[in-house]
């Protein structure tokens, strides 16, 4: 059995106070399609909206603020619980979408961290959480990344068949190269059902250097 958190399960300690959330419509973008996709809360501030499922397209992202937490192989909900006292300390409006990133080691590994999305990099302050210290704040330079809208249950299998896809688009681009491992935005809450719930899964990229030019003979 896979050990990668189970948003179901993670998500489920946070019913109540989800359902005291406003809901809030995503931000709109003209320039992008958008997915039939419930929205619970509000992006942070400057991110693009989400992009359609099953196209995989490029994504500019901009510097943001985010609490993360490492997952425990040992308890499922760990990283999330952390957070979500964090959030709730500190008077912190909870967004979507939540960041999952996997372990370097790649696909078939568990995500090694969770992360909530601060509504705006002006809120808080960076560093470890005095209450806890398994909670680091931290800035997020800007990033281009690859991403690929998925829908169904968050499951390896969903997730795995966005990597599957990313990696495929980077064999058949050559100009681009992976940046860091894949992480995934999971955009809904346990009150969605399976078959409606979204998320992205994303690669960030970087420019592939230029080819070597060959020596000329003198």
């Known amino acids: 059995m896979s050990t990668r958190p189970c948003l179901i399960a993670i998500l489920a300690a946070a019913a109540g106070w989800l359902c005291r959330t406003p809901v809030r ?40 603020r985010l609490a993360r937490a490492a997952a425990d192989e040992r308890r499922s909900d760990s990283s999330f619980m952390r957070l979500f006292r964090h959030i709730k300390r500190n008077e912190i409006a909870m967004t979507a979408p939540v960041e999952m990133t996997e372990s370097a080691a790649g696909a078939g590994q568990p995500a090694t961290t969770m992360a909530f999305l601060y509504a705006s990099p002006e809120i808080g302050t960076a560093g470890p959480d005095p209450a806890d210290t ?37 064999a058949d681009h050559p100009e681009w190269i992976a940046a860091g491992p894949a992480r995934t935005l999971a955009y809904n809450s346990p009150f969605v059902p399976g078959m409606l719930k979204y998320a992205e899964v994303q690669i960030p990229l970087t420019p592939a250097p230029p080819p070597a030019q060959p020596a000329t003979a003198e």
């Open 25 to 64: 419509a995503a931000e709109e973008s003209a320039a992008a399609p958008r997915p039939m996709m419930v929205s619970e809360a509000k992006l942070p501030r400057g991110f693009p909206a989400p992009g359609p499922v099953g196209q995989v397209v490029i994504k500019q992202y901009p510097e943001h």
């Open 134 to 170: 398994g909670v680091i704040v931290e800035d997020v330079p800007a990033a281009t990344v690859v991403s690929i809208g998925v829908r169904g249950s968050y499951t390896d299998r969903t997730f795995d068949r966005g990597r599957d896809r990313l990696r495929d688009w980077l």
